[in-house]
T-cell receptor, first 118, second 115 residues
């Protein structure tokens, strides 16, 4: 159990375009999902917390107008990188918190999306 | 401000021996700790966790020890296997307040297990 999927796994886009990344919890409901970004050989940096049915909470320094998050259902959250630039190229990973168990802080991660902006 | 630190960027161990990965934290509000394993270009895989009310949690070959007074935790893998070779991340969260559910990650330690 506790499987999280992401789509697409890899995307290449032109500078100035927008890219949408989907994150789905496949076998559980996730009221909260998280979006992370990882640069090469660095740790995972939390970008925002996505709550079903409400606005996302962004970490300091993350532009909410650039990284649009929508959590329309208990199994789906989307991250849209708007007007992408080469510096947005990174590995984006989502996670979902399984609220069924006793350890509600355990997050299960998707496989990640490699974004390359040309 | 690195609140969770993994000071060893890499660790090399012989197959069958014990691997010990260390993690230190500075935020006294952290009360839940997790270890994740990660391969390149993949998402982290949850391994084991521990609540601050415990000082040890064991699951098969993996044991996590927590020393709250020293703000230190460690992951022991015994016996180590070549398939354990990956990057290991320590993560911490605080259950209370607006930080609930947020994970703060360490920088990761690359574990290599030699046959």
């Amino acid at each position: 159990g506790a499987v999280v999927s992401q789509h697409p796994s890899r995307v290449i886009c032109k500078s100035g375009t927008s890219v949408k990344i989907e994150c789905r919890s496949l076998d559980f409901q996730a009221t909260t999902m998280f979006w992370y970004r990882q640069f090469p050989k660095q740790s995972l940096m939390l970008m925002a917390t996505s709550n079903e049915g409400s606005k996302a909470t962004y970490e300091q320094g993350v532009e909410k107008d650039k990284f649009l998050i929508n959590h329309a259902s208990l199994t789906l959250s989307t991250l849209t990188v708007t007007s992408a630039h080469p510096e947005d190229s990174s590995f984006y990973i989502c996670s979902a918190r399984d609220a069924r168990g006793a350890s509600t802080d355990t997050q299960y991660f998707g496989p990640g999306t490699r974004l390359t902006v040309l | 401000d690195q609140q969770v630190k993994q000071n060893s960027p890499s660790l090399s161990v012989q197959e069958g021996r014990i691997s010990i990965l260390n993690c230190d934290y500075t935020n006294s509000m952290f009360d839940y700790f997790l270890w994740y394993k990660k391969y390149p270009a993949e998402g982290p895989t949850f391994l084991i966790s521990i609540s601050s009310i415990k000082d040890k949690n064991e699951d098969g070959r993996f044991t996590v020890f927590l020393n709250k007074s020293a703000k230190h935790l460690s992951l022991h893998i015994v016996p180590s296997q070549p398939g354990d070779s990956a990057v290991y991340f320590c993560a911490a969260s605080a259950q209370g307040g607006t930080s609930y559910g947020k994970l703060t990650f360490g920088q990761g330690t690359i574990l290599t297990v030699h046959p």
